[in-house]
């Protein structure tokens, strides 16, 4: 397991500790998902919400407690659908 704080400042350099480290590193890097792994892993996840429809409304000019409640409920349908 890679040491940050190896080697230590003023110690004399050390070939195996010092390989320990490198390797250490170079086995984090190997486990890390690459940036193909990445875009395939987000890829078409924007449609999530593809089920959810569009209000298809106009706001009132005054305060509408049914359409507040429908927006309320779209947005937990949103909401609902990003969840992964």
Request: hydrophobic share 40%; net charge negative.
């Amino acid at each position: 397991m890679f040491d940050p704080t190896l080697p230590q400042e003023n110690t004399p350099a050390d070939a195996a500790q010092m390989r320990d480290q490198l390797n250490a590193l170079n086995d984090d890097i190997q486990t890390r998902a690459t940036t193909d792994e990445l875009n395939t892993a987000i890829q078409g996840t924007s449609a999530n919400t593809n089920q959810v429809s569009t209000l298809n409304m106009n706001a009132d000019a005054a305060y509408d407690q049914n359409q507040m409640q429908a927006v309320l409920q779209k947005l937990d349908e949103v909401i609902l659908a990003m969840r992964r």
